[in-house]
């Protein structure tokens, strides 16, 4: 059976580049960046060159970049570390209730440490609204955490607007940029980002590694104590490895971008094509005029996710129900129910697809008939 991998949003795979630049790493350069010797030297070298190119890739400088392990690190030292650093100056922060657990767990945190957190709404069409934004602003909001594109919809949010409504409060602008990094080009200073997360393994590098981009002027404490690394803001032996794993990945989504962009254009509509030639009943959830090309998230009336899941896994499919971390369990998308209500049928009937870099053409129409017979199956019974 031909597996075809629709789950680039949970995580992809590496790219053969990333693994050819990551294996002679292993044995040729394994000293501690922070030694002073030759062996260090040449492990700071590829921290410096790695670095170089996360700042590069937005806009933004190299002393602006702390890596991470990842995208909920990021998240949670934007949130947490921010709110500590600033609490002389107010204890509101703002989100929305569709941001990754991430950034919601951290927030849930910070109230729970006498912060207040104002959770902003997002409409059927998947996107928040900046005059909601505009509305919960008070003098003591300190932080605004928005997310770029949503992971389970793939909606892209109004960044530019929210920087330019922000650029003149004291409320530091955080954005989960994780799944928006390699499709949507992103400069920090242009849309006064403060903070913006981006992970790795999103973007065919290693998993384990991600960055934040932490403007030059924001005030942040740190969340853990040790070293010296990272301007002592994640303080730890860096994973040179994966960093350099990581910038081959950035320089080649950077590189693909435009084809990468109208390739899933192209897979999308194809697949949404194959589906409705078949007779499939489907309703798009989301504004597809707003969304990235290489996610899509589906309902299928008169079925449920756990079925459609795994049918879909027996004939081959990887697909998931929303986000990857809440996969397993049952539990109706966060997301979907922000949009259309808790108790919509939506929320327990609709599947996320991802396109990525090894899907090809015949995959997306292989996999749309497997998923049609499926659900007209699953729709009948
Ligand atoms: C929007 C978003 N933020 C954060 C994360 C977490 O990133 P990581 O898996 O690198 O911790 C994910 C991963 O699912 C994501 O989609």
């Given at each position: ?9 949970a ?6 580049e990333?693994?050819e630049?990551m294996?002679?790493?292993?044995s ?5 960046p ?10 700071r ?24 392990s990842?995208?909920?690190?990021a ?9 500590l650093?600033?609490?002389q100056?107010?204890n509101h ?7 990754h657990?991430?950034v919601?767990?951290a927030?849930?945190?910070l ?5 207040n957190v ?16 505009k ?5 003591h ?14 909606i892209i949010?109004?960044i ?9 409060h004291q409320?530091?602008?955080?954005t ?11 400069d ?19 998993k384990?590694?991600?960055?934040l ?7 942040l404490h740190?969340l853990?104590f ?5 301007r ?6 860096e ?8 910038q ?14 109208e ?22 959830n989301g ?5 990235i090309p ?8 008169g079925?449920n ?9 027996l004939?081959?499919?990887?697909a998931?129900?929303?986000?990857a ?6 539990e109706p998308?966060?997301?979907l ?8 049928e939506?929320?327990?009937?609709s ?6 870099l ?16 499926i ?6 019974s």
């Amino acid at each position: 059976m031909n597996h075809i991998y629709l789950d680039h949003a949970a995580t992809a795979p590496m790219a053969t580049e990333v693994i050819e630049a990551m294996v002679p790493i292993y044995s040729e350069v394994f000293g501690n960046p922070s030694s002073v010797h030759a062996f260090g030297r040449k492990a700071r070298q590829l921290m410096d060159q790695a670095r170089q190119v996360f700042a590069g890739s937005i806009h933004a400088e190299e002393k602006e970049i702390v890596i991470t392990s990842g995208g909920t690190e990021a998240d949670n030292l934007a949130l947490i570390g921010t709110a500590l650093a600033n609490k002389q100056k107010g204890n509101h922060i703002i989100t929305t209730v569709q941001e990754h657990h991430a950034v919601l767990h951290a927030a849930e945190h910070l109230e729970e440490n006498g912060f207040n957190v104002t959770y902003l709404p997002v409409y059927e069409d998947g996107k928040m609204a900046v005059n909601d934004l505009k509305q919960a602003l008070t003098d003591h909001t300190i932080v605004v955490s928005i997310m770029s594109v949503n992971n389970e919809t793939g909606i892209i949010q109004p960044i530019h607007d929210i920087g330019e409504l922000l650029k003149n409060h004291q409320a530091y602008f955080h954005t989960d940029a994780v799944q928006a990094y390699s499709q949507l080009p992103i400069d920090v200073k242009e849309d006064h980002i403060d903070l913006l997360t981006v992970s790795s393994h999103k973007i065919n590098g290693p998993k384990g590694i991600g960055f934040l981009y932490v403007n030059k002027n924001v005030s942040l404490h740190t969340l853990q104590f040790g070293g010296e690394q990272e301007r002592k803001r994640r303080p730890g032996t860096e994973n040179v490895v994966s960093a350099v794993g990581f910038q081959h990945a950035v320089q080649l989504a950077m590189n693909q971008r435009e084809n990468r962009v109208e390739t899933y254009k192209e897979y999308k509509k194809l697949f949404i094509e194959t589906l409705e030639q078949a007779a499939v009943n489907v309703e798009l959830n989301g504004n597809q005029s707003e969304a990235i090309p290489s996610i899509i998230n589906i309902s299928f009336p008169g079925t449920n996710v756990e079925q459609l899941l795994t049918n879909f896994d027996l004939t081959g499919i990887a697909a998931s129900s929303g986000s990857a971390c809440t996969a397993g369990s049952v539990e109706p998308s966060h997301v979907l129910s922000a949009m259309y209500g808790a108790g919509n049928e939506r929320t327990t009937n609709s599947i996320r697809f991802s396109f990525g870099l090894h899907n090809k053409k015949e995959d997306i129409m292989e996999a749309a008939e497997r998923i049609a017979s499926i659900v007209k199956r699953l729709a009948a019974s």
